[in-house]
C-alpha cells in the first residue's frame, strides 16, 4: 500500500508545519535499522536480536514499512524537494547485506529526489563486511562509510561485549577505501574501565594506519538499562572517571591533529589543514543536525525535525509496521518547539561546533555570561562567533549551561 495522501496523527497545528516548510531549506533523511546480532553491554539504542524479535517482526516486514513511510515523508514535505544527505544507521545496517542497502537507497530515490552530490552513508560493523560487501554499495549510490572500531585492544573490546577483533576493523577500513570511498570513518570510545593510556595510543595508531579521513571518539556513557550500568551498580566494573576521560580526549586530539585531522565538533576530527575547519571531509549530515536543519527519520523508534516540530517514532518494529499498515504515521509522540527552546538548542549545538555560536544569537545577558567564559579562557570570540577554546572543549557541557542559566 503506498500512502500518497498524507497521513497523520500529529495535530493540526503540528502537521501544518510540515506542510508549510520552505522547500529551500536543506533536507536529510535518517533511516534506522533496529537488527542486531548480538546486543553490546553499553548500548541503549533501539535495537533488537533475533532473539528479542522472534516473529513479531522481520527484515522484510520492517522494509515494506520504511517504504511505507518514506513515501509518507515524500507527501507531506513534497517529492521533488531535494535530500541532501541521507544517513543509514542502527543497529547493524551491515546486516542487510550490500543487496539489502542498495534497495533501501533505491527506495529513497522512489519517493525523493537526491540532490546533485548527495552524502549517503551507511554504518556497518566490521563483522558482517567484506570487499565484496564494499564493492557493492559503491555501485548502488553510497558515498560514505562508517566503521565502528571502538579499540584495538582487546580487553577494551571484551569489556564493551563488542564482537569484533581489533584487526577486522583496519581491514574493514582498507577495503572501503579499495572499494573507491573516499570518506572513511571509524568510531573509537575513550575511557573503558581497564583501557591504559597505551590502549589508547595503540588505538590511535591504528586508526591512522589505514586510509580514514574522520575519526569520531565518545567517552563512554554508562547508560541506565543497560548490562554495563547493571555491572557498575553490582560493582563488577568502576564508573568511567572524569579526569581520566579529560586526560583521554586531550591525548586523542593531540594525536589525531598532528596526523591531520582537525576537529570541526567536540567529538568529531576530519582531515584538513591544520588550524582550519573541516569541509568535504566532515560528516554533512551530522552538521544538519548540529544546524537544525530538517530532517525525517525513517523507521522505529527514529526522529524527526521539521519546521519546528519534533516527533519520535514508535519504538518496536512490529508496533511501527502495524500502524504504517493501517495508514497512519507511526508517531509516538511530539513536541512543537518555542522560541525559547529553539533558542537553547541553537546555543548546546553550535557551540560544541568549531565554527562557533554567532555572537549575535545570544541575548544581552547571555553576552555577558559568554564574556565571562572568554575571560575565564574557556571561549574565544573569533569572526564574531564564540568558539571553545581546547580547555572550553573538556568543559563544554559546563561552558553551555553557564551560559544559558546565570
Not at 554504518?123 to 560514505?144: I, K, M, Q, Y
Not at 580526549?249 to 596526523?259: N, V
Not at 588550524?275 to 560528516?283: F, K, L, V
Request: proline content about 6%; hydrophobic content about 40%; aromatic content about 6%.
Amino acid at each position: 500500500m503506498s500512502l500518497r495522501v498524507p497521513p497523520t496523527v500529529l495535530p493540526s497545528d503540528a502537521a501544518a508545519r510540515l506542510t508549510a516548510v520552505d522547500p529551500e531549506r536543506p533536507l536529510s533523511l535518517y533511516l534506522h535499522v533496529p537488527f542486531c546480532a548480538t546486543r553490546c553491554g553499553y548500548c541503549d539504542f533501539n535495537t533488537y536480536t533475533a532473539g528479542e524479535l522472534g516473529s513479531s517482526s522481520s527484515p522484510e516486514s520492517w522494509a515494506q514499512a520504511v517504504r511505507r513511510e518514506l513515501d509518507a515523508a515524500a507527501a507531506l514535505l513534497a517529492p521533488d524537494r531535494p535530500v541532501q544527505t541521507v544517513f543509514v544507521g542502527g543497529g547493524t545496517p551491515s546486516l542487510l547485506g550490500a543487496d539489502g542497502l542498495a534497495d533501501l537507497l533505491g527506495a529513497v530515490r522512489n519517493s525523493f529526489e537526491l540532490a546533485p552530490g548527495a552524502e549517503v552513508t551507511t554504518e556497518s560493523n566490521p563483522e558482517s563486511t567484506s570487499p565484496e560487501f564494499f564493492a557493492g554499495l559503491a555501485d548502488a549510490g553510497f558515498t560514505r562509510i562508517s566503521l565502528g572500531m571502538q579499540s584495538a585492544a582487546p580487553h577494551v573490546l571484551r569489556i564493551l561485549d563488542r564482537r569484533h577483533t581489533p584487526g577486522r576493523a583496519l581491514a574493514a577500513a582498507r577495503e572501503a577505501a579499495e572499494a573507491g570511498f573516499a570518506h572513511v570513518n571509524l568510531d573509537l570510545i575513550y575511557g573503558t574501565p581497564g583501557e591504559t593510556d597505551d590502549d589508547l595510543a595503540a588505538s590511535l595508531d591504528a586508526v591512522l594506519s589505514v586510509p580514514v579521513d574522520h575519526v569520531s571518539a565518545y567517552a563512554l556513557i554508562v547508560e541506565d538499562g543497560t548490562a554495563f550500568a547493571r555491572k557498575v551498580r553490582r560493582g563488577e566494573v568502576p564508573m568511567p572517571d572524569d579526569d581520566v576521560l579529560a586526560a583521554r580526549y586531550e591525548q586523542i586530539d593531540a594525536r589525531l591533529s598532528a596526523a591531520g585531522l582537525q576537529w570541526y565538533e567536540v567529538s568529531n576530527w576530519a582531515a584538513a589543514e591544520a588550524d582550519s575547519i573541516p569541509t568535504e571531509t566532515a560528516c554533512r549530515h551530522n552538521e544538519a543536525y548540529w544546524r537544525s536543519d530538517d530532517w525525517w527519520g525513517i523507521g522505529p523508534g527514529a526522529h524527526s525535525h521539521v519546521n519546528g516540530v519534533r516527533w519520535w517514532n514508535q519504538k518496536h518494529p512490529a508496533t511501527y509496521a502495524d500502524s504504517l499498515t493501517a495508514g497512519a504515521l507511526p508517531v509516538g509522540g511530539y513536541e512543537i518547539l518555542t522560541d525559547e527552546d529553539a533558542h537553547t538548542e541553537t546555543v548546546m549545538l553550535r557551540l560544541r561546533m568549531r565554527s562557533g555560536l554567532p555572537a549575535d544569537e545570544l541575548s544581552a545577558e547571555e553576552t555577558e555570561r559568554a564574556g565571562r567564559a572568554v575571560d575565564s579562557g574557556l571561549l574565544t570570540l573569533r569572526d564574531a562567533a564564540y568558539v571553545l577554546t581546547d580547555r572550553g572543549r573538556l568543559l563544554a557541557d559546563g561552558v553551555i549551561r553557564d551560559i544559558l542559566v546565570d
